[in-house]
Protein backbone atom coordinates (compact mmCIF):
# COMPACT_ATOMS: atom_id res chain seq x y z
CA UNK A 1 0.00 0.00 0.00
CA UNK A 2 1.25 3.32 -0.94
CA UNK A 3 2.36 6.16 1.65
CA UNK A 4 0.78 9.32 1.68
CA UNK A 5 3.42 12.35 1.01
CA UNK A 6 2.75 15.58 0.25
CA UNK A 7 4.31 17.58 -2.54
CA UNK A 8 5.69 21.40 -2.21
CA UNK A 9 6.70 23.36 -5.61
CA UNK A 10 8.76 26.60 -4.80
CA UNK A 11 8.18 29.00 -7.26
CA UNK A 12 11.00 31.82 -6.59
CA UNK A 13 9.52 34.71 -9.32
CA UNK A 14 8.11 38.13 -7.47
CA UNK A 15 6.91 41.16 -9.41
CA UNK A 16 8.55 42.94 -6.35
CA UNK A 17 9.97 41.90 -3.50
CA UNK A 18 7.92 43.04 -0.51
CA UNK A 19 9.61 45.14 2.56
CA UNK A 20 9.02 42.34 5.11
CA UNK A 21 9.80 39.04 2.72
CA UNK A 22 12.38 37.00 4.07
CA UNK A 23 11.34 34.43 1.66
CA UNK A 24 13.67 33.17 -1.14
CA UNK A 25 12.14 34.99 -4.30
CA UNK A 26 13.26 37.11 -6.97
CA UNK A 27 12.22 39.74 -8.86
CA UNK A 28 9.92 38.79 -12.00
CA UNK A 29 11.99 37.27 -14.50
CA UNK A 30 10.29 36.28 -18.04
CA UNK A 31 12.91 34.93 -19.10
CA UNK A 32 13.93 32.42 -16.81
CA UNK A 33 10.31 31.25 -16.49
CA UNK A 34 10.20 28.71 -19.08
CA UNK A 35 14.06 27.34 -17.86
CA UNK A 36 12.92 27.09 -14.43
CA UNK A 37 9.78 24.87 -15.40
CA UNK A 38 12.17 22.85 -17.22
CA UNK A 39 14.95 22.13 -14.14
CA UNK A 40 11.31 21.66 -12.31
CA UNK A 41 10.34 19.31 -14.64
CA UNK A 42 13.74 17.22 -14.78
CA UNK A 43 14.30 17.84 -10.53
CA UNK A 44 10.96 15.66 -10.30
CA UNK A 45 11.34 13.22 -12.74
CA UNK A 46 14.54 12.36 -11.17
CA UNK A 47 13.54 11.80 -7.76
CA UNK A 48 12.53 8.18 -6.98
CA UNK A 49 8.66 8.39 -5.91
CA UNK A 50 8.50 4.59 -5.40
CA UNK A 51 6.13 3.26 -2.66
CA UNK A 52 4.34 6.55 -1.89
CA UNK A 53 1.12 8.75 -3.89
CA UNK A 54 0.87 12.01 -2.83
CA UNK A 55 -2.71 13.52 -1.61
CA UNK A 56 -1.20 17.31 -1.23
CA UNK A 57 0.45 19.11 -3.65
CA UNK A 58 1.57 22.90 -2.75
CA UNK A 59 2.81 25.65 -5.12
CA UNK A 60 4.28 27.90 -3.33
CA UNK A 61 6.30 31.06 -3.59
CA UNK A 62 7.14 33.61 -4.18
CA UNK A 63 4.09 34.66 -6.83
CA UNK A 64 3.62 30.86 -8.43
CA UNK A 65 0.21 32.55 -10.43
CA UNK A 66 2.90 34.87 -12.12
CA UNK A 67 3.94 31.59 -14.25
CA UNK A 68 0.76 31.30 -15.90
CA UNK A 69 -1.64 28.77 -16.28
CA UNK A 70 0.17 27.24 -18.87
CA UNK A 71 3.37 26.60 -17.34
CA UNK A 72 1.40 25.55 -13.95
CA UNK A 73 -0.55 23.16 -15.84
CA UNK A 74 2.61 21.98 -17.28
CA UNK A 75 4.19 21.35 -13.58
CA UNK A 76 1.51 19.67 -12.28
CA UNK A 77 1.48 16.91 -15.06
CA UNK A 78 5.07 16.80 -14.41
CA UNK A 79 3.84 15.81 -10.96
CA UNK A 80 1.78 13.40 -12.17
CA UNK A 81 4.46 11.80 -14.13
CA UNK A 82 6.66 11.64 -10.97
CA UNK A 83 4.36 10.86 -8.63
CA UNK A 84 0.77 9.12 -8.58
CA UNK A 85 -2.02 11.42 -7.39
CA UNK A 86 -4.41 10.06 -5.43
CA UNK A 87 -8.07 11.07 -6.57
CA UNK A 88 -8.88 13.07 -2.98
CA UNK A 89 -5.85 15.64 -3.52
CA UNK A 90 -5.58 18.59 -2.09
CA UNK A 91 -4.17 20.71 -5.00
CA UNK A 92 -3.29 24.36 -4.03
CA UNK A 93 -1.44 27.82 -6.00
CA UNK A 94 -0.47 31.05 -4.17
CA UNK A 95 -1.66 33.92 -6.17
CA UNK A 96 -1.21 37.55 -5.85
CA UNK A 97 -4.61 39.31 -6.63
CA UNK A 98 -3.49 41.36 -9.20
CA UNK A 99 -2.52 37.91 -11.25
CA UNK A 100 -5.00 35.74 -10.00
CA UNK A 101 -8.59 37.69 -11.55
CA UNK A 102 -8.57 36.34 -14.82
CA UNK A 103 -11.32 33.89 -15.34
CA UNK A 104 -9.95 31.88 -18.59
CA UNK A 105 -6.94 31.42 -17.19
CA UNK A 106 -8.46 30.41 -13.64
CA UNK A 107 -11.06 27.72 -15.27
CA UNK A 108 -7.41 26.37 -17.17
CA UNK A 109 -6.05 25.71 -13.49
CA UNK A 110 -9.44 24.16 -12.44
CA UNK A 111 -9.69 22.00 -15.09
CA UNK A 112 -6.26 20.66 -14.55
CA UNK A 113 -7.09 19.70 -11.10
CA UNK A 114 -5.90 22.77 -9.08
CA UNK A 115 -8.81 23.28 -6.51
CA UNK A 116 -7.42 25.55 -3.96
CA UNK A 117 -6.08 28.78 -3.92
CA UNK A 118 -4.46 30.86 -1.39
CA UNK A 119 -4.73 34.16 -2.08
CA UNK A 120 -1.71 36.78 -0.20
CA UNK A 121 -4.64 39.37 0.57
CA UNK A 122 -2.47 41.05 3.67
CA UNK A 123 -4.67 43.96 4.38
CA UNK A 124 -7.90 45.32 3.37
CA UNK A 125 -6.23 49.18 2.99
CA UNK A 126 -4.72 50.12 0.04
CA UNK A 127 -2.50 52.77 2.13
CA UNK A 128 -1.09 49.60 4.23
CA UNK A 129 -0.21 47.57 1.15
CA UNK A 130 1.37 50.00 -0.24
CA UNK A 131 3.36 50.57 2.63
CA UNK A 132 4.62 46.46 2.47
CA UNK A 133 5.37 46.98 -0.96
CA UNK A 134 2.43 45.43 -2.02
CA UNK A 135 1.24 45.94 -6.00
CA UNK A 136 -2.36 45.09 -5.58
CA UNK A 137 -5.36 47.27 -3.81
CA UNK A 138 -8.34 45.52 -2.20
CA UNK A 139 -10.57 46.00 -5.47
CA UNK A 140 -8.19 43.64 -6.75
CA UNK A 141 -8.33 41.11 -4.11
CA UNK A 142 -12.53 41.47 -4.08
CA UNK A 143 -11.87 40.92 -8.02
CA UNK A 144 -9.73 37.50 -7.65
CA UNK A 145 -11.83 36.12 -5.05
CA UNK A 146 -15.17 36.82 -6.85
CA UNK A 147 -13.07 35.60 -10.26
CA UNK A 148 -11.80 31.91 -8.18
CA UNK A 149 -15.50 31.32 -7.27
CA UNK A 150 -16.77 31.69 -10.82
CA UNK A 151 -13.85 29.21 -12.42
CA UNK A 152 -15.70 26.66 -10.08
CA UNK A 153 -12.86 26.75 -7.14
CA UNK A 154 -14.60 25.92 -3.55
CA UNK A 155 -11.79 26.46 -1.33
CA UNK A 156 -10.38 29.62 -0.77
CA UNK A 157 -8.07 30.87 1.62
CA UNK A 158 -6.97 34.26 2.39
CA UNK A 159 -3.20 35.44 3.68
CA UNK A 160 -3.72 37.98 6.39
CA UNK A 161 -0.70 40.36 8.12
CA UNK A 162 -1.61 42.09 11.79
CA UNK A 163 0.55 44.35 13.49
CA UNK A 164 2.15 46.56 10.59
CA UNK A 165 3.46 49.64 10.46
CA UNK A 166 1.20 52.44 12.50
CA UNK A 167 -1.70 49.75 12.86
CA UNK A 168 -4.15 49.85 15.57
CA UNK A 169 -6.79 47.31 16.82
CA UNK A 170 -9.86 48.87 14.85
CA UNK A 171 -8.11 48.91 12.18
CA UNK A 172 -6.88 45.49 12.19
CA UNK A 173 -10.54 44.92 13.11
CA UNK A 174 -11.29 46.28 10.13
CA UNK A 175 -9.05 44.24 7.74
CA UNK A 176 -10.50 41.06 9.65
CA UNK A 177 -14.34 41.85 8.45
CA UNK A 178 -13.92 42.58 5.02
CA UNK A 179 -11.91 39.37 4.46
CA UNK A 180 -14.95 37.69 6.45
CA UNK A 181 -17.35 39.31 4.07
CA UNK A 182 -15.77 37.04 0.62
CA UNK A 183 -16.56 33.89 2.66
CA UNK A 184 -13.32 32.30 2.70
CA UNK A 185 -12.77 29.10 3.67
CA UNK A 186 -9.44 29.50 5.57
CA UNK A 187 -7.63 32.34 6.43
CA UNK A 188 -4.15 32.83 7.78
CA UNK A 189 -3.29 35.70 9.88
CA UNK A 190 -0.09 36.43 10.66
CA UNK A 191 1.79 39.28 12.98
CA UNK A 192 4.28 40.86 11.34
CA UNK A 193 7.74 40.50 11.88
CA UNK A 194 10.90 42.43 11.21
CA UNK A 195 13.32 39.76 9.93
CA UNK A 196 17.08 41.22 9.74
CA UNK A 197 18.04 41.64 6.47
CA UNK A 198 14.76 43.05 5.35
CA UNK A 199 13.86 46.69 4.64
CA UNK A 200 11.26 46.45 7.29
CA UNK A 201 13.78 46.03 10.09
CA UNK A 202 15.44 49.42 9.29
CA UNK A 203 11.93 50.85 10.36
CA UNK A 204 11.12 48.05 13.18
CA UNK A 205 10.35 50.68 15.67
CA UNK A 206 7.15 52.19 13.83
CA UNK A 207 5.46 48.36 14.71
CA UNK A 208 2.89 48.11 17.22
CA UNK A 209 4.31 47.18 20.72
CA UNK A 210 3.95 43.28 21.93
CA UNK A 211 0.57 44.63 24.03
CA UNK A 212 -1.10 45.68 20.77
CA UNK A 213 -0.24 42.67 18.85
CA UNK A 214 -1.45 40.53 21.53
CA UNK A 215 -4.82 42.44 21.48
CA UNK A 216 -5.09 42.06 17.93
CA UNK A 217 -4.53 38.51 18.14
CA UNK A 218 -6.82 37.73 20.78
CA UNK A 219 -9.22 39.42 18.97
CA UNK A 220 -8.52 37.68 16.08
CA UNK A 221 -9.49 34.22 17.41
CA UNK A 222 -12.77 35.59 19.11
CA UNK A 223 -13.82 37.25 16.11
CA UNK A 224 -13.16 34.54 13.58
CA UNK A 225 -14.67 31.68 16.35
CA UNK A 226 -17.70 33.90 16.30
CA UNK A 227 -18.20 33.86 12.19
CA UNK A 228 -17.50 30.10 11.89
CA UNK A 229 -14.05 29.70 11.31
CA UNK A 230 -12.46 27.15 13.95
CA UNK A 231 -8.71 27.66 14.86
CA UNK A 232 -6.69 24.93 14.36
CA UNK A 233 -2.82 26.06 14.34
CA UNK A 234 -1.50 29.20 16.11
CA UNK A 235 -2.15 31.31 13.39
CA UNK A 236 -4.55 29.48 11.09
CA UNK A 237 -8.19 29.29 11.14
CA UNK A 238 -10.85 27.34 8.76
CA UNK A 239 -14.26 26.31 8.18
CA UNK A 240 -14.86 22.88 9.40
CA UNK A 241 -12.98 20.02 6.86
CA UNK A 242 -10.97 22.88 5.18
CA UNK A 243 -8.15 23.05 7.14
CA UNK A 244 -4.95 22.91 4.76
CA UNK A 245 -3.87 19.31 4.38
CA UNK A 246 -0.89 20.18 2.91
CA UNK A 247 0.19 22.45 6.11
CA UNK A 248 -1.35 19.73 8.09
CA UNK A 249 1.70 17.61 7.55
CA UNK A 250 4.48 20.26 8.40
CA UNK A 251 2.57 20.26 11.51
CA UNK A 252 1.99 16.36 12.09
CA UNK A 253 5.31 15.19 11.23
CA UNK A 254 4.09 13.71 8.01
CA UNK A 255 6.34 12.93 5.34
CA UNK A 256 6.82 16.29 2.26
CA UNK A 257 9.16 16.41 -0.64
CA UNK A 258 10.52 19.73 -1.55
CA UNK A 259 11.96 21.42 -5.00
CA UNK A 260 12.76 24.24 -6.44
CA UNK A 261 15.61 26.78 -4.72
CA UNK A 262 14.99 27.07 -1.02
CA UNK A 263 12.73 24.31 -0.79
CA UNK A 264 12.58 21.87 2.67
CA UNK A 265 11.89 18.35 2.88
CA UNK A 266 11.03 15.66 5.11
CA UNK A 267 10.99 12.81 3.00
CA UNK A 268 12.18 9.07 3.60
CA UNK A 269 13.38 9.75 6.85
CA UNK A 270 15.78 13.10 5.91
CA UNK A 271 15.17 16.50 6.43
CA UNK A 272 16.93 18.21 3.83
CA UNK A 273 16.98 22.00 1.82
CA UNK A 274 17.56 22.88 -1.25
CA UNK A 275 19.94 25.73 -1.33
CA UNK A 276 18.62 29.40 -2.49
CA UNK A 277 20.48 29.26 -5.73
CA UNK A 278 18.09 30.09 -8.64
CA UNK A 279 21.12 30.02 -11.33
CA UNK A 280 22.70 26.62 -10.30
CA UNK A 281 18.91 25.66 -10.30
CA UNK A 282 18.48 26.48 -13.38
CA UNK A 283 22.49 24.81 -14.39
CA UNK A 284 20.43 21.41 -13.41
CA UNK A 285 23.31 21.69 -10.27
CA UNK A 286 21.11 22.02 -7.61
CA UNK A 287 23.01 21.63 -4.01
CA UNK A 288 21.57 20.99 -0.65
CA UNK A 289 22.18 23.65 2.07
CA UNK A 290 21.02 21.19 4.40
CA UNK A 291 20.52 17.64 5.69
CA UNK A 292 19.90 15.14 8.31
CA UNK A 293 19.17 11.91 9.31
CA UNK A 294 16.60 12.29 11.93
CA UNK A 295 16.94 10.84 15.22
CA UNK A 296 14.46 9.64 17.81
CA UNK A 297 15.90 12.19 19.99
CA UNK A 298 15.25 14.59 17.15
CA UNK A 299 11.86 13.75 16.36
CA UNK A 300 10.87 13.45 20.18
CA UNK A 301 12.03 17.38 19.85
CA UNK A 302 9.67 18.08 16.90
CA UNK A 303 6.41 16.39 17.94
CA UNK A 304 6.83 18.95 21.02
CA UNK A 305 7.22 22.20 19.04
CA UNK A 306 5.13 21.14 16.28
CA UNK A 307 1.83 19.80 18.46
CA UNK A 308 2.08 22.44 20.63
CA UNK A 309 2.01 24.70 17.88
CA UNK A 310 -1.63 22.97 16.97
CA UNK A 311 -5.10 23.61 19.06
CA UNK A 312 -5.57 19.42 18.97
CA UNK A 313 -2.14 19.71 21.47
CA UNK A 314 0.25 16.93 23.33
CA UNK A 315 -1.84 13.56 23.49
CA UNK A 316 0.17 11.63 26.21
CA UNK A 317 -0.90 8.27 24.74
CA UNK A 318 0.54 9.26 20.98
CA UNK A 319 3.97 10.63 22.82
CA UNK A 320 4.05 7.19 24.71
CA UNK A 321 3.74 5.36 21.59
CA UNK A 322 5.83 7.05 19.69
CA UNK A 323 8.55 7.68 22.15
CA UNK A 324 8.56 5.14 24.68
CA UNK A 325 9.18 7.84 27.55
CA UNK A 326 6.61 8.50 30.17
CA UNK A 327 4.67 11.75 29.32
CA UNK A 328 4.12 12.40 33.36
CA UNK A 329 7.97 14.26 32.97
CA UNK A 330 5.67 17.13 31.78
CA UNK A 331 3.04 17.19 34.14
CA UNK A 332 4.44 19.48 36.62
CA UNK A 333 5.34 22.29 34.60
CA UNK A 334 2.22 21.69 32.54
CA UNK A 335 -0.01 22.07 35.25
CA UNK A 336 1.42 25.28 36.50
CA UNK A 337 0.48 26.66 33.01
CA UNK A 338 -2.90 25.15 33.40
CA UNK A 339 -2.96 27.09 36.50
CA UNK A 340 -2.01 30.52 34.55
CA UNK A 341 -4.34 30.23 32.42
CA UNK A 342 -1.92 29.10 29.13
CA UNK A 343 -2.93 25.40 28.94
CA UNK A 344 -6.04 23.03 29.70
CA UNK A 345 -6.41 19.83 29.49
CA UNK A 346 -9.30 18.67 27.19
CA UNK A 347 -10.42 15.23 26.00
CA UNK A 348 -7.14 13.62 27.22
CA UNK A 349 -4.82 16.04 25.49
CA UNK A 350 -2.59 19.08 26.77
CA UNK A 351 -3.54 22.03 24.61
CA UNK A 352 -2.63 25.86 24.61
CA UNK A 353 -5.21 28.68 25.12
CA UNK A 354 -4.60 31.39 22.95
CA UNK A 355 -2.99 33.49 26.10
CA UNK A 356 -0.85 30.17 25.79
CA UNK A 357 0.05 30.37 22.13
CA UNK A 358 0.92 33.96 22.83
CA UNK A 359 4.00 32.51 24.96
CA UNK A 360 4.06 29.06 23.30
CA UNK A 361 7.78 29.62 22.65
CA UNK A 362 8.19 29.86 26.06
CA UNK A 363 6.57 26.88 27.12
CA UNK A 364 8.16 25.14 24.26
CA UNK A 365 11.68 26.10 25.19
CA UNK A 366 10.72 24.68 29.27
CA UNK A 367 9.35 21.65 27.62
CA UNK A 368 12.20 20.54 25.72
CA UNK A 369 14.63 21.51 28.43
CA UNK A 370 12.49 18.72 30.23
CA UNK A 371 13.59 16.12 27.10
CA UNK A 372 17.23 17.33 27.18
CA UNK A 373 17.60 16.01 31.29
CA UNK A 374 16.41 12.55 30.50
Not at 224 to 232: K, T, V
Amino acid sequence: MSKPLGIYIHVPFCMQKCIYCDFYSLPHREEDMDAYVSALQAQLAGTDFAGYEADTVYFGGGTPSYLGSHRLTVLLEAVRAACPISSGAEITFEANPDSAAEPSALSVLRRAGFNRVSLGMQSADDGELKALGRIHTMAQVRSAANAARNAGFDNLSLDLIYGLPGQDLPRWQKNLAAAVELSPEHLSCYGLKAEPGTPLYTRRNTLPGDDVQADMYLATVDFLESRGYRQYEISNFAKPGRESRHNLKYWTLAEYAGFGPGAHSDFRGIRSAWERDLEAFLRRSPRLSESQAMTSKNREAEWLMLHLRLVQGLNPSDYENRFHHPFSVFLPFLRLCEAAGYARLKAGCWRLTPQGFLVSNQIIGTLLDHIQEE
